[in-house]
């Protein structure tokens, strides 16, 4: 992993950057990435496959989307090239049926391995029996080492900016981590079973600020 030092530094001018950027709605400075990125953006779940169901019933496909469209608004302002995998409520497969997950699945693999992207980004919203869990956590594919260079360091900009995160990144076998050899991570954002979680999910502020914290991320680990 890059020097400790290095990291911070880099982190705190972009972190600053990014933040001055946006919360003012104004862009007042520009970072312009040494060389065009591709990120695929993975929003979780869509159509009759909702996911998590919070407390008061949100639905964790629509936050999915939700927070993959802030991302690539932010991240097309940098300068790279997004890509998502869905781009509305729908889910990826034909029809409703036996093994309609496992195709909406393969064409998640194949949108992503045609857009031959620098970093992959899954994003979904957690849920546990325990409704005191709560807080980000980012897993990676513990066999490749970019993956986990990212989620580490993405995990640790989540503790020094989001309330309640995870103590750590976490490794999980899951079929998204492992479409292309690039950097790939799997957000979960929160916890949809807590009900604080699950509307503070729901605030702008909390979703710009979260979204900060991995285009920040990838910018330090990328092209830092």
Same mark, same amino acid.
């Not at 104004?26 to 993975?42: E, H």
């Given at each position: 992993?890059?020097?400790?030092?290095?990291?911070?530094?880099? /982190?705190?001018?972009?972190?600053? =950057?990014?933040?001055?950027?946006?919360?003012?709605?104004?862009?007042?400075?520009?970072? +312009?990435?040494? +060389?065009?990125?591709?990120?695929?953006?993975?929003?979780?779940?869509?159509?009759?496959?909702?996911?998590?169901?919070?407390?008061?019933?949100?639905?964790?496909?629509?936050?999915?989307?939700?927070?993959?469209?802030?991302?690539?608004?932010?991240?097309?302002?940098?300068?790279? %090239?997004?890509?998502?995998?869905?781009?509305?409520?729908?889910?990826?497969?034909?029809?409703?049926?036996?093994? /309609?997950?496992?195709?909406?699945?393969?064409?998640?693999?194949?949108?992503?391995? %045609? =857009?031959?992207?620098?970093?992959?980004?899954?994003?979904?919203? %957690?849920?546990? =029996?325990?409704?005191?869990?709560?807080?980000?956590?980012? /897993?990676?594919?513990?066999?490749?080492?970019?993956?986990?260079?990212?989620?580490?360091?993405?995990?640790?900009?989540?503790?020094?900016?989001?309330?309640?995160?995870?103590?750590?990144?976490?490794?999980?076998?899951?079929?998204?981590?492992?479409?292309?050899?690039?950097? +790939?991570?799997?957000?979960?954002?929160?916890?949809?079973?807590?009900?604080?979680?699950?509307?503070?999910?729901?605030?702008?502020?909390?979703? %710009?600020?979260?979204?900060?914290?991995?285009? =920040?991320?990838?910018?330090?680990?990328?092209?830092?």
């Amino acid at each position: 992993m890059r020097n400790q030092i290095i990291f911070v530094t880099i /982190f705190v001018a972009l972190f600053s =950057a990014i933040y001055i950027c946006y919360n003012g709605g104004q862009a007042v400075q520009s970072y +312009s990435p040494r +060389s065009s990125l591709t990120v695929v953006l993975d929003a979780g779940h869509g159509g009759i496959d909702v996911g998590a169901v919070g407390k008061n019933g949100t639905l964790e496909s629509d936050l999915n989307l939700k927070y993959c469209k802030t991302l690539k608004s932010m991240m097309e302002e940098y300068g790279m %090239n997004v890509v998502m995998t869905r781009e509305d409520e729908g889910g990826l497969y034909s029809e409703y049926k036996n093994g /309609f997950k496992m195709e909406d699945m393969r064409k998640r693999r194949e949108i992503v391995q %045609n =857009a031959n992207p620098d970093v992959v980004i899954s994003i979904h919203m %957690n849920k546990f =029996a325990v409704s005191s869990s709560r807080g980000a956590q980012v /897993f990676y594919d513990d066999e490749m080492q970019s993956g986990k260079e990212l989620a580490m360091v993405m995990q640790q900009v989540f503790i020094d900016n989001l309330p309640y995160a995870r103590k750590e990144a976490k490794m999980a076998d899951l079929y998204m981590l492992k479409c292309v050899s690039s950097p +790939s991570v799997l957000i979960e954002c929160g916890y949809l079973s807590n009900v604080e979680e699950e509307a503070l999910l729901q605030q702008q502020d909390y979703i %710009n600020n979260l979204c900060y914290c991995i285009l =920040a991320s990838v910018l330090a680990v990328i092209e830092g």
